[in-house]
């Protein structure tokens, strides 16, 4: 089929009453998967045998690129700013709203670039304020995703939880008025597989979904309260939520008081690498870029009410974390620094994911042994972005992890 020549035969309107039966079936099976997100724009090109540019205008034609507007609660840290990268990327007809507080955490320099596409809007506010969240619900949103939260485990436990119960309980069930209220018709909330609590090393076990919460640190009985928010208002109302419990996630633009990127820079300027106990705390790794692409299968395809979760099968102690990251640079083993453990420190999260890789056929594309390496490669790259976090939140830098 040329469809350059077809497109312009047939000027206006749909495409399907001229096509073949043939072609009637390629293209609805490129616009379903390119509607849902498991697709690329190259990917329904090679299913129709056309250029990505044709491509383009016969999705156009078929109204497969209809305008979305995505609410991104807590788009200026870690994970968020990674997400709207990605959905921009990805998505040339979706518009971002990025709604962020702006804590500590947030950084709008994660969005540099990103800032100059019409596309993008930023808000300030917070997700608990309801007059802040209608005024931005009020200009009509597709869908939501909440990443914001208060995420540091230490913080929580040495420097009091409250933050972490205003940002992670009431701000979720903020959004949850505001989605029933404006009756938006999808809202997904990200959160972490410490709700689960703890397993021991040799347990042969692993968290699913229906795993009972048993939390043992303030951040995590405060993700899994809005998480059970979330649950409350599905089966009181309705409302039309999803959760995923992801593992711990590395990458770009992690704030540099997370384990990964501190122990990078502390061992770039050869400073000892503060280890909580002997390090032997097990975690299960995924690259921000993987978790990324699973939540946009989730956003687009997940059922309404359910839970996800979200992990990469790569187990690996903290220990043998900043192992790698000594060999990586090159640095001598001797930097490694045991400190007293943190109360309630988790020995072992192990995550069940066979849902989300069953339904959506989802698995994560990067192994650890590549992304690792260039994830390192990045921070020593951006050295700048660093220097700027580091300069306006000295405090956080002294922490142990
Ligand atoms: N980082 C991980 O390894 C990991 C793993 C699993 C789940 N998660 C979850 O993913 C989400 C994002 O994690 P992250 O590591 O990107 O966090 P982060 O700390 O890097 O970013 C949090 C963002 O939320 C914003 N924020 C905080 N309080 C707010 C409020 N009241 N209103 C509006 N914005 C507010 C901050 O300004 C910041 O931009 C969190 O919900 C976290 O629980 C993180």
Redesign the pocket.
């Known amino acids: 089929m040329d469809w350059q020549t077809f497109l312009r035969e047939h000027p206006d309107g749909p495409l399907g009453a001229y096509l073949s039966k043939d072609d009637q079936a390629k293209l609805s099976v490129a616009e379903r998967l390119f509607v849902e997100g498991r697709a690329t724009l190259d990917e329904v090109a090679t299913i129709l045998e056309a250029s990505p540019d044709v491509a383009r205008d016969v999705l156009g034609r078929s109204g497969a690129f209809k305008r979305k507007k995505i609410l991104v ?8 700013s990674n997400f709207i990268r990605h959905i921009l990327d990805k998505y040339p007809h979706y518009e971002v709203v990025n ?5 500590y ?3 709008l320099d994660n969005l540099t670039g990103v800032d100059r596409d019409p596309r993008y809007t930023f808000v300030q ?4 304020d309801p007059a802040a969240i209608d005024k931005v619900f009020s200009s009509g949103v597709d869908a939501i995703i909440n ?6 485990v230490g913080r929580s436990v040495y420097y009091g939880a409250r933050e972490f119960v ?2 992670n309980v009431l ?1 979720v069930q903020t959004l949850l008025e505001a989605v029933k209220k404006f009756k938006t018709p999808r809202f997904l909330n ?4 410490e709700v689960y609590g703890e397993l021991s090393l040799d347990d042969k076990r692993a968290f699913d979904e229906t795993w009972p919460f048993q939390p043992n640190v303030p951040y995590a009985a405060a ?1 899994a309260g809005g998480d059970l928010m979330c649950r409350a208002y599905w089966e009181s109302y309705k409302t039309p939520v999803i959760v995923t419990h ?4 590395f990458g770009p633009y ?2 540099p008081e ?1 384990l990964i990127p501190h122990s990078i820079f502390r061992a770039m300027a050869n400073q000892p690498l503060t280890i909580h106990g002997e390090g032997q705390h097990v975690r299960d790794w995924i690259f921000v870029l993987d978790h990324c692409e699973a939540l946009d299968r989730v956003l687009h395809q997940g059922k309404l009410g359910e839970v996800y979760n979200i992990g990469a099968g790569n187990e690996i102690s903290v220990k043998d974390i900043v192992r790698l990251i000594l060999d990586i640079l090159g640095k001598p083993r001797s930097l490694f620094v045991n400190v007293p453990d943190r109360p309630g420190n988790d020995l072992r999260y192990s995550l069940d994911i066979g849902k989300i890789q069953r339904e959506f056929s989802w698995s994560p594309a990067h192994t650890f042994e590549e992304a690792m390496p260039k994830t390192v490669q990045w921070y020593q790259a951006n050295i700048d972005w660093v220097e700027r976090v580091r300069e306006r939140d000295k405090k956080s830098l002294s922490y142990t992890i």
Request: charged share 15%; hydrophobic share 30%.
């Open positions: 609660c807590g788009g200026a840290g870690f994970i968020g709604f962020d507080k702006l804590t955490a947030g950084n506010g917070d997700i608990a990443f914001a939260a208060e995420t540091h205003h940002t701000g990200v959160s972490t597989d993700k992801c593992s711990n996630n992690q704030h997370k």
